[in-house]
Structures are given as C-alpha cells and as structure tokens.
C-alpha cells in the first residue's frame, strides 16, 4: 500500500511536509516553515523559545506530533520521550525557507537528499545567519546552549547530493530528481516510482523564467511516467499568462537606472541568481559598477562553483563590497554572527559609504530591506530604488512594505516595482496538468485548491493530517 500525509502545505503557500510511505519505508517530500501559520503566533519580538525546545512548535501546530521524527534535545525540552527515528530520509525541493527549514528539528540519523546547487545555498545561509531553532538545517547544537559549547563542533547532519538524471534510491523506493526552473536554482520536480504506479511532486516551479527549458523536461518526464497520482503546487492559480518574462525586467529596469542621475538602489533575493544576473548586466551595460552586502558575498561565492551558472565571483573587478560602518576604523564588532563579514576584509574591492558618496551616479548598489538603515550612511539624493520582489501579501509584511516607503520617502528616492514571480501561473499550471494526466491530483502550496476543480483528474481537496491511500 503507498499512502500519502500532508503536514503542511495545506490551504497555505509553503510549509510543505509530504510523508510518503511505501511498503514500510517512509520519506518526507520537504519539510519546511509554513510562514502564513507562523505568522498567526509570532512576530519579530515575540519569538518560539528555545528554551522549550519544540514544545511552542507542538502547542501552536507549526510542527505535525508525530513519533520517530524529531531531535531527541528537542524533544526531552518538550516533555516527550524521544524515539528512534522511522524516516528514510528527506527529500528537499529547493533551499526555499518554506520547504527546507524545519529540517532543523529533524533527528540526526535523517538523511537530507537534495541537488549540489541547494546544498551550497543552504551552506550560504548558514554561514551568515546566526543561529537560531528555526535555521539549524546543516548542523545544530543541542539545547541548552551555552557559551561554553561553542568550543564543541555542532552536530551535522547527512547530506546525499544529486542532479538531473541521477536516480535516487531510498530502500524500497526510486526517485528521479529533475530540475525545473525556479526563482533559486537548483530547484527540482521529482517522480517517484512505487509499488502502485509513479507519484509526481512538483516542488516549485514556473514556465515563464530564463530557463523554462527545464520545466518542459520536467512535465515531458512527468507525462512519460504515465503517473497514478501528481502533487502539485497552485500558489499563483488564480492568475492568467501576462507574458511576464526575466527580459522586461531587464528592460524596465535598465531603463529606470539609466535615466537616473543620482545613486540607483536594487532590491532582490540573494537567493535568486536569475535576478542578480539581471541587474549585473544592467551595470554592466550602463558602466556602472554593482555594490552589494557581504551577505551577498556569501551566496556569489557559492553559485561560482557550479559552472553551470557562469556567476562571477564576489571579487569580480566589476562587482565592490560594501563595508557596514560598525566596522570601519578601528572598531571591529566581535559578534559571532559577524565572522563572515570578518573573514572577507582583505578582499581587494571594499568599498566604504563614504567612497560611494563622492561619485554616487557610478553605483548600482543592492539594499535589502535590512540594510535600509545604510541609507542614512550613504545620504542619497533623489535616487531611484528598484524593487524586485514581490509585493505584500499579507499584513505582516503590508507592514514592512510601509515602513520601506517610509525610509524612500525620507530620503526621496523614487519607487519602482519590477518583478517576475518565480511559479507558474494559473493558465500554464493548469495546461501542465492537462499535459501530465495525472489520474488523481492532490493540489498543496495554494490558499484556492477549490480552483482546480475544472480539470479532469480526480481532485483530492487535502485535509491536513488525513491519510491517503494511492
């Protein structure tokens, strides 16, 4: 019997925690932080505490409370009698916060499959951030912590790594791993072949970014597979093909940037390598030089060792760091959290506020929302800020949104929205499922499921928690 569980994607977008099981074994499609839940609970200021261990997760339902799963640290915290783990593995779509950070609470002896390129931004993430119970994927440290452990390695997880046309084998199970395009690269749809016939899982995925190619392999594989059930996401289900492409972005931006006389500001994941693509070449082309954060640096230094991307590295000539003025002179922050930043002064292209503020019409400088407070180093003058990222989708970060025009407007910078989503849209997502035929879909990663009602497969509307048999 092959049976399906869904934890978390449930008339929610993100948090995805699949468990497929099969002939007795057990694996988990993602496992990640369902946000809009989350955000029911806590917020900045008010934060699950670790001193709890999981017991916040449990009580508020962030986390599924189920046995053989979970971190015996954690658990023992909680209250709960840990137990030997019955999870084959996890098999994790994308470095995505909303499919891979709950990882962290998993037990030790789960082991992570995922492609190189998301391991290495999930390396990326971890050097820079500091640490908390919601980001511990690579490695964690048992809770209590304290200063003293920090002189003890922290406990690593184990990573299998793969790309396309690797096949997956977990005991009685085969995965076929296959990349689709995203707005992070190695992002991957999977097919999983079991005692009833293949199972297809989409992850994340979209038709309309550079690198569309790969998600017409994807449904091609899929469709050949002949499967007996799909699990698809549906975030943008509800909208039509606007012929959205990563090209007007460039185009809209570039045109932007260049009719500005003043320093120009970007915005955008630096997960998204597509994107940073984008706005490289736009200062390439203007004769601009593109300035940006040290956490940056991180992930460009990364996505440089998969060739495949052709992504500079953070000390390309064209590109400069941009030095935080709490460590300018001789003062040196000795925070833990800041020893990626520490570990990279000697790069030969630092570059100071002070430096950009002489000749501001010669950098194209990327600013995160976090590092709007830079801005009062830099003092622009009627710049222009482009923002390529989505826009507000719920109060939370309708807040935020708020309080970044605020600084725009302080300083009067001109907003400018430009941006390409990274999933398919309703009208491809729904000729991709007609494509497939897939003889029962299961839509997840939505907050409309009922729209998928006009297709032909028998639509599962998913309950969470509910079993179902394949």
């Known amino acids: 019997m092959v049976a399906l569980t869904f934890y978390g994607g449930v008339d929610e977008i993100g948090g995805n925690k699949i468990l497929l099981e099969d002939s007795g074994t057990k694996i988990f499609l993602d496992f990640g932080m369902g946000f809009t839940r989350r955000g029911k609970f806590f917020e900045e200021f008010l934060m699950p505490r670790s001193a709890n261990g999981m017991g916040d997760f449990l009580e508020l339902g962030l986390l599924p409370d189920i046995a053989g799963v979970y971190r015996e640290d954690l658990l023992e915290h909680a209250g709960k009698k840990a137990q030997e783990p019955d999870i084959a593995g996890v098999v994790l779509s994308h470095a995505h916060a909303d499919h891979a950070n709950y990882i962290s609470f998993l037990h030790k002896d789960i082991p992570i499959y995922c492609g190189e390129t998301c391991k290495y931004i999930l390396e990326a993430v971890d050097e820079q951030s500091q640490r908390t119970i919601e980001n511990e994927i ?56 079991t005692s009833e016939g293949s199972i297809v899982y989409t992850g994340d995925l979209r038709s309309h970014g550079i690198h569309a190619e790969m998600t017409d392999e994807f449904v091609t594989k899929a469709e050949e597979a002949k499967p007996v059930a799909m699990i698809t996401e549906g975030t943008r289900i509800d909208t039509k093909n606007t012929g959205e492409s990563e090209q007007q972005v460039y185009e809209a931006s570039k045109k932007e940037i260049a009719a500005c006389n003043s320093m120009t500001f970007v915005d955008f994941n630096f997960k998204d390598v597509d994107r940073f693509t984008t706005f490289y ?177 028998d639509i599962v509307p998913v309950k969470e928690g509910a079993v179902y048999t394949v």
Request: net charge positive.
């Open 281 to 457: 070449r736009i200062a390439e082309a203007l004769g601009k030089t593109l300035v940006i954060s040290f956490k940056h640096a991180c992930f460009l230094e990364r996505y440089h060792r998969d060739k495949k991307l052709m992504v500079p590295d953070s000390r390309d000539d064209k590109i400069m760091l941009l030095k935080p003025k709490r460590l300018t002179g001789t003062y040196i922050n000795e925070d833990y959290s800041d020893y990626y930043i520490k570990k990279r002064l000697n790069y030969p292209n630092i570059i100071t506020a002070e430096d950009v503020k002489k000749f501001p019409n010669r950098y194209m400088i990327v600013l995160n929302f976090w590092y709007l407070n830079m801005l009062v180093d830099l003092q622009p003058k009627h710049g222009v800020y482009i923002h390529s990222l989505s826009e507000p989708f719920n109060e939370e970060m309708e807040i935020s949104y708020e309080r970044m025009r605020n600084w725009l407007n302080h300083f009067g910078l001109r907003f400018v929205q430009s941006h390409c989503s990274g999933h398919i849209n309703g009208e491809d997502l729904k000729a991709m499922v007609v494509r497939i035929k897939p003889q029962t879909l299961y839509p997840i990663h939505t907050e409309k499921p009922h729209l998928f009602n006009t297709l032909e497969p």
């Open 138 to 193: 690579m490695n964690y440290r048992k809770r209590p912590v304290y200063k003293c452990d920090y002189k003890t390695p922290p406990t690593r997880r184990t990573f299998h790594t793969f790309r396309t046309g690797k096949t997956i084998t977990i005991d009685s199970l085969e995965i076929e791993p296959i990349h689709v395009d995203h707005s992070v690269p190695g992002a991957y749809g999977f097919i999983v072949h």
